[in-house]
């Protein structure tokens, strides 16, 4: 097996003003709120886990009016290209109720020495969720459906010059494909089929020559895909037993981090650290005006 290249440099947002305001997933309920000091302490354990296993932590501050703003994933998708300036093509949030994150989070990277830009005119062309996103084979693998449009692809095909495979998430539980599919290394990722259509679940199967396939329940009960990889190593919220079986039977260590107080607005790891170390020619290749294949319809 061959490491991930990317998963060791990532940015997070501090759990200042976390709390659950609306519903936009089946998992929030305002009369249910995370307890602060217990969300405080398990984002900074989840940050120090990742530095100690090598991965660099950048942290972004939250805003007041802006609770999401801590699933930190969804703020932009990060590229490094093979000559040129890093980049983050930003979210344009499908719900207005996280719309502002990205007037913070555009200014922030730019101060750092980002490019920036959104999919389509001016970050109205289109809803994209970076959350949606992940580099996989020769492609981009994007889920679309619930929170990315399926208009996004092209955009961001184009944009970036690689190549788009869409697949169409279907269950209201699984919004972002990263609470279904976790890439592991260079041939295994865990995979939840049920989160897709079934032709969608057949593409991404076919793509994965060793997957990890979750059932639902794995999936929604315990957030096992929405976990990261530093080398190794694989950061998770939870680990059912065969899933851990599997894992360290194929030589990966599982390091549990307990988050459950974020599983209130619905997301876990993944969600809270966004990696901004995706490499076209590394991680990616890059296609000349850029391709979306999609399933068979």
């Keep these: 097996m061959t490491e991930l290249g990317w998963g060791r440099h990532y940015v997070a947002v501090e759990p200042t003003h976390f709390r659950v305001d609306y519903v936009i997933n089946p998992f929030m309920d305002p009369a249910v709120q995370p307890d602060g000091p217990t969300a405080w302490r398990q984002w900074h354990e989840m940050v120090e886990t990742l530095r100690r296993l090598g991965a660099t932590v950048d942290v972004m501050p939250q805003r007041s ?67 949606d996103a992940f580099a996989w084979g020769d492609a981009l693998v994007v889920g679309y459906g619930p929170r990315t449009e399926e208009l996004a692809l092209k955009h961001l095909a184009s944009d970036l010059g690689v190549r788009v495979r869409g697949v169409r998430i279907t269950h209201p539980g699984m919004y972002h494909l990263d609470l279904a599919f976790c890439p592991l290394d260079d041939r295994r990722a865990m995979v939840c089929p049920s989160a897709l259509d079934e032709a969608s679940a057949a593409a991404l199967l076919e793509l994965v020559p060793e997957p990890l396939v979750l059932t639902e329940e794995e999936a929604l009960t315990t957030f096992c895909a929405n976990s990261v990889v530093v080398g190794n190593t694989v950061v998770m919220p939870a680990c059912p037993d065969r899933v851990r079986a599997q894992l360290e039977e194929w030589g990966f260590e599982v390091v549990v981090v307990d988050v459950a107080e974020f599983h209130k607005g619905g997301g876990s790891i993944r969600c809270l650290t966004n990696p901004v170390d995706l490499t076209v020619g590394r991680d990616l290749p890059g296609v000349p005006g850029g391709e979306v294949v999609l399933p068979p319809a």
């Design 65 to 131: 009016d802006a609770p999401d703003m801590v699933y930190a994933m969804n703020l932009g998708l990060g590229i490094v290209p093979e000559h040129g300036t890093p980049r983050v093509v930003m979210s344009h949030m499908r719900y207005a109720e996280r719309r502002m994150e990205t007037r913070s989070a555009q200014p922030w990277f730019a101060e750092r020495g980002w490019a920036t830009s959104y999919v389509g005119r001016d970050g109205v062309g289109a809803h994209l969720e970076a959350g």
